[in-house]
């Protein structure tokens, strides 16, 4: 209820634009985008991350990420939507074009454009638990960290960040699978 008061609250001050991206981001975070929503959201750069950031640690549930047809090894039905904002951060901060569909197979693998990434899931590396929403907060707060660190620069430098290794999730508990 908080993430969405406070989407509310930065759409009441926003342009048309604006307001259309805040809208395109929340249809994306809950499963409800197509391929022009996605590269709606993809096209705004920079535009997009804090908006997406604020959507991390929404407190709701779903299915982020992408389902492997030839592997069923992953529940995705009880974790957070917030992933698919973070996901596209860092699809995002990943590359310079997207092509669509965002998913692909080679052979039974499925990939992503992000390096690193399949599944499109954050997993924590220190317990086998489910992450919690004390755990999404962790990451939301990851996530605005880094971009508080680099928001000034310009996208094609906080790509070469990212490229470099210096992302979000790095050094934490935190990883893309």
Known sequence: MKSCLLIIVICASCDGFSQNLVRSANQY?????????INSIY???KEAIPILIELIDIDKKGMPGFSNQFSSNVDLSKKYIGMN???MIELILSTDKINLPLTQYQGTNLITPVEGISLGVIFNTVSSEPLSLQ?????????LDWWDEHKDES?????IIWDSGNRP???SNFQWK
Request: hydrophobic share 35%; no cysteine; proline share 0%.
């Open 169 to 171: 999730l790095t050094g």
């Open 135 to 143: 755990d999404m907060k962790k990451i939301k707060k990851r996530y």
């Open 155 to 159: 996208l094609e430098k906080m790509r």
């Open 43 to 45: 096209e705004s750069g």
């Open 85 to 87: 904002a973070a996901f």
């Open 29 to 37: 975070v809950n499963g409800l985008s197509d391929s022009v929503t």
